[in-house]
């Protein structure tokens, strides 16, 4: 899962920390010379004026303690401080001390680094390509490559630490992305139930997104919370589509409602609803007809579907392996019906990840489960730490 999406964020990502720490060696060379020779020639100049005075002053005598105490102190310091060697005349404490506060704040100086922007949009090119080539959607590329500019143009970072800022920030950034708050179903279930009404889930999405087969899934995750459910085959549309479903309930053991193909969607979904309010069943799942916004008619017809059934919740099934289609997918479904949550069947055999990476910041809703096989077991709770974790942050 999302292997090719790891190794193509990583590289991309080390080497942008390399290209910016290169960059910051090169600022150290450039500033070095010039802040270096300002304020020393000042000092030596007023030095020399300072011991001119003095030699005057002296006896011969002093002038020779004085002498053999520099010679002292320099040797020390040769092998302490060699970028001030050179220059040195140091002649008292005092002018020692106020070498030594120049030379750490220089210091300091040169290990710290900002970017300017446009440095900042050459070196990230490489790691917006390695993002767009892994389908992370556009407004999602942006918001990080913003996150990063800001922390490395606006703010001086300590040299030492341009990597770690690196992955902080964009470890903060990608961790924003799921900020859509999650939800535990099978609690909102049993809260529904003690007012002795089932929860109603519709399936939707596009056709073969799979709707059917993660509908299929969630009937078993539900039974193993002991709770009861009806599946209504209201996609009455697809050939073949009641049967694959009838396939399902009888391998679950399950009742499913249905009409004959042709037959109104609603319909089927409305007596499954009266179905489990009679039998006491806890939980109604919808399947619905795979349509694309262009299907005025199948658009139409699950509007119909939502408002008859009033569903609890609305879950977009979305194939994580389409990317951007995917995005897209549920954002006109969102403004068509309203979504309520996310699942990305296919993440399995999806190398690249940028749907799951994406989908939950553009269209505002959590994804709350993802298809990782064709087998009923294979439906995981979505936890960022695994978008975290295949990325290597
Ligand atoms: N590898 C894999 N295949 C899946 C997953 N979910 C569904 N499929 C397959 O995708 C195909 C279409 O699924 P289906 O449920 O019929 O889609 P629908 O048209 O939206 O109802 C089927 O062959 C499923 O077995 C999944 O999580 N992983
Ligand atoms: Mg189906």
């Not at 509007?303 to 008859?308: G, P, Q, R, S």
Request: with cysteine.
């Amino acid at each position: 899962m999302f292997e090719f999406f790891k190794k193509r964020f990583r590289k991309s990502v080390d080497k942008f920390s390399e290209e910016v720490e290169k960059e910051a060696e090169k600022e150290i060379k450039k500033e070095k010379p010039k802040k270096v020779k300002k304020p020393k020639e000042k000092e030596i100049k007023e030095k020399k004026a300072e011991k001119k005075k003095e030699e005057r002053k002296e006896t011969k005598e002093e002038k020779e303690k004085i002498k053999k105490e520099v010679e002292k102190k320099e040797e020390v310091k040769d092998i302490e401080q060699e970028k001030i060697t050179e220059e040195k005349e140091p002649e008292e404490e005092e002018a020692e001390e106020k070498k030594k506060g120049f030379v750490s704040k220089f210091r300091e100086k040169i290990s710290t680094i900002s970017l300017n922007e446009d440095k900042f949009e050459e070196l990230f090119w490489e790691l917006e390509v390695a993002l767009l080539e892994n389908n992370v959607a556009v407004e999602v590329v942006e918001k990080i490559k913003n996150d990063l500019k800001k922390e490395l143009t606006e703010k001086r970072i300590l040299r030492k630490n341009i990597e770690k800022t690196i992955e902080r920030t964009l470890k903060e950034s990608i961790n924003e992305l799921f900020e859509q708050e999650s939800f535990d179903l099978v609690k909102k279930i049993k809260e529904k139930n003690k007012s002795n009404e089932p929860y109603i889930i519709a399936m939707i999405g596009v056709n073969g997104s799979g709707k059917t087969t993660t509908l299929a899934k969630m009937a078993r995750m539900l039974q193993k919370e002991k709770l009861s459910v009806v599946l209504a085959a209201s996609d009455t549309f697809r050939a073949a589509s009641i049967e694959q479903l009838q396939k399902h309930a009888d391998r679950l053991k399950v009742k499913m409602i249905k009409h004959d193909y042709g037959s109104d969607a609603a319909a089927v979904a409305y007596d499954a609803i009266e179905h489990a309010r009679s039998k006491n069943i806890d939980v109604v799942l919808i399947d619905t007809a795979g349509r694309l916004h262009s299907n005025k008619n199948l658009m139409q017809e699950l509007k119909k579907v939502i408002n008859v059934s009033k569903p609890d919740l609305k879950l977009f099934v979305g194939e994580s392996i389409t990317g951007n289609d995917c995005v897209e997918q549920a954002k006109i479904f969102n403004e068509m019906v309203g979504i309520d949550a996310i699942i990305l069947a296919k993440a399995d055999i999806d190398e690249k990840g940028g749907a799951a990476v994406s989908i939950s910041y553009v269209v505002k809703k959590p994804i709350l489960y993802i298809g990782t096989g064709q087998e009923y077991d294979d439906l995981e709770e979505f936890k960022p730490e695994i978008i975290m974790e295949n990325l290597g942050l």
